[in-house]
Each structure stands twice: as C-alpha cells, then as structure tokens.
C-alpha cells in the first residue's frame, strides 16, 4: 500500500504564500516523479507543477515565476511553495506520485487533496 499525507492548504489574502508538502510512504518500487494538481469548482483537474526524482521541473503557464517545486528524495516528500497567490489560485490542490512498478509498468496515486482558498 501506498499512502500520501498532504499538508500546508488554508485560507490566505492575495498576495500572500502558503507551502504544501506531500509525503509518501509504504511499498514504492521506483519513483518516477510527484507533482501538483489543482481542482477549481466545476472545473477539470490540472497541472500545477511537477518534478522528476532526476529534478526536471515542469510548470502550469499561470503559476511560473510564483510558484516553486521541490523535493526531498531521501523523504519522498514533495513541496510546493506558493507565492504571490491570486484569487484565481483558489481550489483543491492533489498530490501526485509517479512510479515505476516491478514489472516496467506505470502506477500513479493520488493524495487526498487539501483546499487552498485566496480571498481579494
């Protein structure tokens, strides 16, 4: 079993930071990567961030330049560190995780998520 603990949402006014973690735990063969996504009401889940286990990072066109990823591989920890939040960042944000079964297949899981609210 895999499990994924996600912390650090709240309540926060625009142009304020907030800092998620995500830690993983349990039976991971290899791991791939771990991102973000974010859920907005009545819309589709996307891409916030994500960073590879070799440290190539990729980010959602709305939140370069505010947003940060980063990784504690001995910890299999994620953070997203959050800067400059606009209203518009409001929503649910999941953690990813991306592995590598033994058998060469791909296996993802996802966190529970954890709200992230930004009031103008």
């Known amino acids: 079993q895999v499990q994924l603990v996600e912390s650090g949402g709240g309540l926060v006014q625009a142009g304020g930071s907030l800092r998620l973690s995500c830690a993983a735990s349990g039976s991971i063969f290899s791991i791939v990567g771990m991102g973000w996504y974010r859920q907005a009401p009545g819309k589709q889940r996307d891409l916030v961030a994500y960073i590879t286990r070799g440290g190539i990072t990729t980010y959602a066109d709305p939140v370069k330049g505010r947003f940060t990823i980063s990784r504690d591989n001995a910890k299999n920890t994620v953070y997203l560190q959050m800067n400059s939040l606009k209203p518009e960042d409001t929503a649910v944000y999941y953690c990813?995780?991306?592995?590598?079964?033994?058998?060469?297949?791909?296996?993802?899981?996802w966190g529970q998520g954890t709200q992230v609210t930004v009031s103008s």
């Open positions: 990813n995780l991306g592995t590598r079964l033994q058998n060469g297949l791909r296996r993802d899981y």
